[in-house]
């Protein structure tokens, strides 16, 4: 069987933290490497050179993540990110994150743990914004990475399922690959 690698690019820190707990772990029986790289804080012409290179490569692939952020709709902010990084993305190889990646967090509540936290139940996560999560904060987890932490250590992946129609969906893309 040859030797085969998977590369993700996240946005920032929250995504990678996100990323390596998660969603590495399931991906680790497809792989024989799985790695990620934070693209925000990279100059244009790196990223474009990193995805380059993975593409040259037989044995590797990657996935970009973003976010939708303040984009009207997926297929805007798929075009804008073609666009910054002039067609070098696969568009199967993008996942747009809806609305940021704190909705991906909290969708891992399950109802039971969110109660125990003192939180509303969450229903549905897609349209969460990083400044609504921060306001669900409770006071006993500041700073914010305490919060995330502590999400992520009773992480539900069948909650994150029926909560986040994004969350999902990537899964899915996961699976397939």
Wanted: proline share 5%; net charge positive; charged share 30%.
């Amino acid at each position: 069987m040859p030797y085969r690698s998977l590369h993700v690019l996240v946005e920032g820190f929250d995504d990678e933290v996100f990323f390596t707990t998660i969603l590495r772990p399931l991906l680790r029986s497809k792989y024989d490497l799985v790695r990620s790289y934070r693209y925000s804080s990279k100059p244009l012409e790196s990223v474009k050179a990193l995805i380059h290179s993975i593409d040259s490569m037989d044995d590797a692939d990657y996935l970009f993540l973003a976010d939708l952020n303040a984009s009207p709709c997926v297929t805007a902010r798929r075009a804008a990110i073609e666009q910054k990084y002039k067609q070098r993305i696969d568009p199967k190889r993008l996942m747009i994150v809806k609305r940021e990646i704190e909705g991906w967090y909290l969708a891992g509540l399950d109802d039971e743990y969110a109660r125990q936290l003192r939180l509303p139940p969450l229903h549905h996560t897609d349209g969460i914004t990083k400044e609504q999560f921060n306001s669900l904060i409770p006071r006993g987890f500041l700073p914010r990475n305490n919060f995330m932490q502590e999400i992520l250590r009773r992480f539900s992946l069948e909650a994150a399922k029926q909560k986040n129609a994004s969350f999902a969906y990537s899964l899915r893309v996961l699976e397939s690959l």
